[in-house]
């Protein structure tokens, strides 16, 4: 593999886990790469790797673990570049299974280059786009929903909540719910653009620099309990209280997200 491109060693993937990346080659490159994040450069691997054919569709990716080993990173990082591989298209997750190289998209109508939404601006961005989309996708669904669709928000709820008490992985419940709601609408432009997000709609999977507690108990609770007030409009289909809680859910979002840059700012 020529990886001039992200000026990272070529891990070998003729077996299950990757051969182990020396830590300062990574993290060195960040430190050089113009203030790349190690997200940003273990995505441009991927990318990369996928793109000239090393990993082809169908071909699974190392494990979270492996990748955390292999890489030094922390999940955090593992967790925020595959949510910008699946954002621009090039993986999907299967909860349970592994992550895998999607086919080549061609003549894509949408395109989101998932190294843009590194910065909280960008993701503040996302969420006003969120905050119009997915405000009217609760209303419909509301409309819409069958007792199927409300056993697999419910579903989400109790991961979601589980995850939240015991340390777990929140993110992809949180996504879960999200994309439920879009499936319940009937409409398969809400899914597929949420969906073509990935996880990349939860933010706190992608601003890792910012000192906020996304992964506090505290915090978590809150999100669940916007979460219920959601899931309790839609299953008494009542549509304005469905969109109301939407917004309410992402406008509190976003003034997380604000509150977040400002500590950050100044720490």
Do not use: C, W
Not at 43 to 55: A, P, T, V
Not at 113 to 133: F, G, K, Q, Y
Not at 137 to 161: N, T
Request: glycine share 8%.
């Amino acid at each position: 593999m020529n990886t001039a491109a992200t000026g990272l060693p070529a891990p070998s993937f003729s077996s299950a886990a990757a051969t182990a990346l020396p830590a300062p080659s990574l993290r060195g490159r960040a430190g050089r790469g113009g203030g790349r994040s190690l997200a940003n450069l273990l995505f441009e691997e991927f990318d990369s790797k996928i793109r000239q054919g090393l990993l082809r569709e169908g071909d699974k990716l190392p494990t979270e673990s492996d990748l955390v080993r292999d890489y030094d990173v922390s999940r955090t990082v593992v967790r925020e570049a595959l949510s910008k591989l699946q954002a621009a298209g090039l993986v999907a997750t299967r909860h349970g299974i592994g992550t895998f190289v999607l086919p080549a998209r061609a003549g894509a109508g949408l395109t989101l280059d998932a190294r843009e939404l590194s910065e909280s601006v960008d993701v503040l961005a996302v969420l006003e786009l969120r905050i119009s989309l997915e405000t009217e996708a609760a209303g419909l669904a509301a409309q819409r929903r069958s007792e199927e669709h409300l056993q697999v928000l419910r579903q989400a709820l109790q991961a979601f909540e589980h995850h939240a008490t015991t340390g777990g992985d929140t993110v992809t419940p949180d996504l879960a719910f999200h994309l439920g709601i879009a499936q319940a609408t009937g409409n398969r432009y809400f899914q597929d653009i949420l969906a073509h997000f990935g996880a990349l709609l939860i933010p706190r999977t992608r601003i890792t620099s910012l000192q906020a507690p996304t992964q506090a108990p505290d915090y978590l609770r809150r999100v669940n309990r916007e979460h219920e007030e959601i899931y309790n409009a839609i299953a008494r289909q009542d549509a304005d209280s469905a969109r109301a809680a939407m917004r309410i859910h992402l406008t509190n979002s976003r003034e997380r997200l604000r509150l977040a840059q400002r500590a950050s700012a100044a720490a």
